[in-house]
């Protein structure tokens, strides 16, 4: 395994195959635009994609809050990300919030959001960035950047309404309301709510079952199910075509198939 990157604001660990990155500034409720955590999730996606070893990714947060999103103090004042005329503030958006969702975009290994408390505006989206979502029963959530006189601006509209539909990402959106991690289940957004002392164990579950899968495959298969959005049918499925090709001539294709045959466990080497 190679080195794992230096971060600033966040902590991460390796079990395994699941790597868990921990926003770890609950002195400001793990805002994403006063401190150095898009830099941190930024260099984690950028090690992961180089490193083989690692299957799954969990995104945290540590305290109270997965994320509060923006810095509302630093809006008031115009400062930080939010400061300068409209092609400063431009610029600053471009160059800083909305690295993150490229960032996550750009991750070839499946991610899951473990919602630990609240996520609100960018904080939510992160979680939307994410491949799935668990959630504490009692987190607080919501995409409430119209309570503030703003858009989301760093890809919300993009995302929510891929989660839910149209309809129910604009009335979240136009409303701006909150909702729990429970509520957050029955509209889709979430695929379970669970207690806070059981979240982190569900979503290392949940890891540890998908990190066990072929690695290759599974990086294919997260590759094409993100090109799947982009993509016409008929591309697509040329697009599927040289993917299989590729995966039937591993020998963890192999493998797979004689592990089923003898009914005993697989042994994957990512080859």
């Known amino acids: 395994m190679t080195l794992a990157p230096e971060l600033t604001d966040a902590l991460l660990s390796v079990d395994g195959r699941v790597a868990i990155l921990t926003m770890n500034r609950d002195d400001v409720r793990n805002e994403l635009t006063g401190t150095k955590l898009v830099d941190d999730i930024e260099r984690t996606v950028q090690w992961i994609n180089a490193e083989e070893s690692i299957g ?11 994320s509060s999103g923006g810095n509302i103090k630093h ?3 115009r400062e930080g990300s939010f400061g300068g005329d409209v ?3 431009q ?16 991750l070839e290994v499946p991610s899951i959001a473990a919602i630990n408390g609240a ?3 960018a904080g939510l989206d992160l979680a939307c960035m994410c491949d799935l979502r668990l959630a504490t029963t009692d987190a607080i959530m919501g995409e409430t950047f119209i309570n503030v006189g703003i858009i989301p601006g760093d890809g919300g509209a993009w995302l929510l309404q891929r989660l839910v539909g149209y309809q129910r990402a604009a009335e979240l959106t136009f409303s701006g309301r909150t ?6 289940r029955e509209l889709g957004i979430v695929l379970d709510a669970v207690s806070a002392d059981q979240l982190l164990d569900t979503a290392q579950q949940l890891a540890r079952g998908i990190a ?3 690695p290759q495959a599974l990086r294919l298969t997260k590759r094409l199910m993100k090109s799947a959005q982009r993509m016409e049918l008929p591309d697509f499925l040329e697009h599927c075509a040289v993917f299989q090709g590729m995966c039937h001539n591993t020998e963890d294709h192999i493998e ?9 466990a697989p042994q994957f080497k990512g080859q």
């Open 91 to 106: 610029q600053r958006y471009r160059k800083g919030i909305q690295r993150l969702p490229l960032a996550m975009h750009r």
């Open 56 to 66: 799954v990714l969990i995104v945290t947060g540590a305290g109270k809050a997965f």
């Open 256 to 264: 797979a198939l004689a592990a089923t045959l003898e009914k005993r």
């Open 212 to 214: 066990a899968k072929p």
């Open 75 to 77: 809006m008031l004042h």
């Open 179 to 184: 909702f729990t991690g429970a509520q957050a």
């Open 87 to 89: 092609y400063e503030v």
């Open 119 to 121: 996520a609100l505006g």
